[in-house]
């Protein structure tokens, strides 16, 4: 079988109409509905069901379709290594949680990659950890920071930085006199956290011993967003932030950062499917592995 065919036939099976297909793949109409029909034939069975006004897949057109993603993929992988080979560049398609821009890491292996690879292009996709670790199964992205007590299930993982987590005080805060806080003097206070189900697992890990010990937690949709705490007419509302992000939070808002005596350490790391990674994406990996100092 002439694998064009199939190459030929998703495009159509994407776009349902002749006239778009051919479009994309650049070709006249009537020889690509030629082509179509020779792969019919060889298979025996109709693929698509024809009428003045729309094409639709039939049951066996479906399946077929089904079956060629892998290979429509494939093809996309080697043309994209064939122009990373010619210096042609490609992309990378990276995922990054919202605080990414706060880890030195982060920003030292986007800046290296770049000066390293000029002519591919990054794409950041911003997200939170299970988001991210889904769209990386999915292959969706490339590769994707994310953050937890462990590395995310099914991924090959490399751990690329460390934090704790910190608590964001008002400076007159008889807490700020502490040089860690535990769970049992937020008794009765009033802790803002990030929403529960942007990451429940490391929520749960996190918050539930302040929970446990008495503190009030107060969820916050946007809690990279530091102007409210800047702005807020409650200093005795205390942020917990990664490590990462709490410093520059102390700073926006006027307060001080306090470690937090809960689970840890938390650490960041660069995820990927184990299967083979386009160019652009190895290169990464290779560079985060040399460069990177977990600890």
Do not use: C, K
Not at 55 to 60: A, D, F, K, N, Y
């Amino acid at each position: 079988m002439d694998i064009r065919l199939v190459l030929q036939f998703a495009v159509v099976a994407e776009e349902l109409s002749f006239t778009a297909a051919a479009a994309r793949l650049g070709v006249p109409q009537p020889w690509l509905s030629t082509r179509i029909r020779q792969l019919e034939s060889q298979l025996g069975v109709p693929l698509l069901l024809r009428s003045t006004r729309r094409v639709e897949l039939t049951e066996e057109g479906r399946a077929l379709l089904d079956r060629a993603r892998p290979i429509i993929q494939g093809a996309a992988d080697v043309e994209e290594l064939a122009r990373s080979l010619r210096g042609g560049g490609g992309r990378l398609r990276l995922g990054t949680p919202p605080y990414g821009s706060y880890i030195p890491e982060t920003n030292r292996l986007v800046e290296a990659f770049r000066a390293r690879w000029p002519g591919t292009s990054v794409e950041l996709d911003i997200g939170w950890t299970p988001v991210l670790a889904e769209r990386v199964r999915q292959g969706l992205v490339d590769l994707a920071f994310v953050t937890g007590l462990s590395p995310p299930a099914g991924l090959e993982a490399l751990p690329v930085s460390v934090t704790r987590q910190e608590l964001v005080l008002d400076p007159a805060d008889p807490l700020a006199a502490l040089a860690e806080v535990s769970p049992a003097a937020l008794a009765g206070r009033r802790v803002a956290v990030f929403t529960h189900g942007l990451n429940p697992e490391l929520s749960q890990a996190l918050f539930a011993p302040i929970a446990a010990a008495g503190g009030v937690l107060v969820e916050v949709p946007d809690i990279m967003d530091f102007r409210p705490m800047r702005d807020s007419p409650e200093p005795d509302l205390i942020l917990a932030l990664f490590g990462w992000a709490a410093g520059e939070a102390a700073r926006q808002s006027g307060r001080v950062t306090r470690r937090l005596a809960t689970v840890g350490p938390l650490r960041l790391y660069l995820a990927r499917r184990r299967e083979l990674a386009r160019l652009p994406a190895s290169r990464f990996w290779d560079l985060a592995r040399s460069e990177a100092a977990p600890r």
